[in-house]
């Protein structure tokens, strides 16, 4: 079958770093998306992998293992507004077709 | 530069009734996708339009069809609607020769089913 495993939920500090995990193991793989999703509201992208190592944007980084078929996303710098729902996502094919995990509730607290 | 609208925001059926949403993709954008997300799950592929063509699907049921019009624009209806279609619908476009095919989601329609 095809799975995609995250934490259900995490809690930190404003101003700490949070790691969300997320393994995968899918029947296609054309690269890894993390969204941002806020309740209520869209995703909203926040970063891509498709070769290994470790992508830097900002505040947030993102890594990928494809041999271990695993995945983080690293928040530095924790803001309140960085509380949302986190979601990981396997693209299937080169169409585009995602795959996603239940995502990871980030709570910040001041 | 507009992103992917929705409609309607909300709808409220009943058991039984039929639905049709609507979706305009980011201009520029060929392909849409639609989304079923549970409240607490992340979102389940639904099926993929592109030149007017279902170009694939998910694990929905028949009762689930859609649409795509020469604008790109689409649609998704469900006939015979179940209380376990509560759900919000993302729709999401792309382009196919994007880079990665990034999808780009709308803000979703939040349909209850009574």
């Known amino acids: 079958g095809q799975n995609i495993d995250q934490p259900t939920e995490m809690t930190a500090t404003e101003g700490a770093i949070v790691q969300i995990n997320c393994t995968y193991q899918t029947s296609g793989f054309n690269g890894l998306f993390w969204y941002q999703q806020h309740a209520g509201e869209a995703p909203t992208f926040l970063s891509y992998?498709?070769?290994?190592g470790l992508e830097e944007k900002g505040r947030f980084s993102s890594f990928l293992s494809r041999s271990k078929g695993y995945s983080y996303l690293l928040l530095k710098e924790l803001q309140m507004k960085d509380s949302a729902s986190y979601l990981c996502a396997v693209s299937l094919d080169s169409w585009g077709k995602l795959q996603f995990g239940a995502g990871t509730q980030v709570v910040v607290t001041p | 530069d507009a992103g992917v609208t929705q409609s309607p925001t909300h709808l409220i059926k009943t058991r039984g009734q039929q639905v049709t949403l609507r979706c305009s993709p980011k201009s520029g954008h060929d392909t849409v996708s639609w989304y079923q997300q549970a409240l607490g799950q992340g979102p389940q592929f639904i099926f993929q339009y592109y030149e007017e063509e279902e170009r694939q699907r998910g694990n929905f049921p028949d009762r689930f069809s859609g649409h795509q019009f020469p604008n790109y624009s689409s649609e998704l209806n469900v006939n015979a609607l179940l209380l376990g279609d509560s759900a919000l619908y993302l729709c999401?476009?792309?382009?196919?020769?994007?880079?990665?095919?990034?999808?780009?989601f709308g803000p979703g329609t939040r349909l209850t089913v009574l």
């Open positions: 992998n498709v070769l290994d």
């Open positions: 999401a476009s792309s382009r196919r020769d994007g880079p990665y095919n990034e999808q780009f």
